[in-house]
């Protein structure tokens, strides 16, 4: 699968952002996908995950009631809305794809099988 994430930028705190996660070369429609973050420095962190078919989200505490996680099968489009952003939300943004049968959403990295190569994210204060 490929993966191709867009929608990256430089905005002001408060603002929003929409991440587009568009795939090809194999159907996605059975994969839970997620979205990680990694700063500076850091680590990759969780961000949001969803169900093959969009009926269950999971979000990290940080960015719950703020970020909104949705997906477009008929497009192999994951998407990520992200409001009321933070300083602290600047990073690398990744979109990932776990191809196990078992459906759970994973917010742990090792759980997910192919990856793209993010869009940057920045946020001033």
């Known amino acids: 699968v490929e993966v191709r994430e867009s929608g990256g930028g430089l905005v002001q705190a408060g603002n929003s952002l929409s991440l587009t996660c568009a795939t090809s070369g194999r159907s996605i429609v059975s994969n839970v996908i997620g979205w990680f973050l990694q700063a500076a420095g850091k680590e990759r962190e969780f961000v949001a995950a969803?169900?093959?078919?969009?009926?269950?989200?999971l979000y990290s505490d940080a960015v719950k009631g703020r970020f909104t996680i949705s997906r477009d099968n008929a497009k192999s489009t994951v998407y990520l809305q992200m409001n009321a952003l933070k300083p602290e939300d600047t990073a690398v943004y990744y979109c990932a794809g776990d191809i196990s049968t078992a459906h759970e959403l994973h917010s742990i990295p090792h759980e997910y099988e192919y990856w793209g190569q993010g869009t940057q994210v920045a946020v001033s204060s």
């Open positions: 969803i169900s093959w078919n969009g009926g269950r989200t």
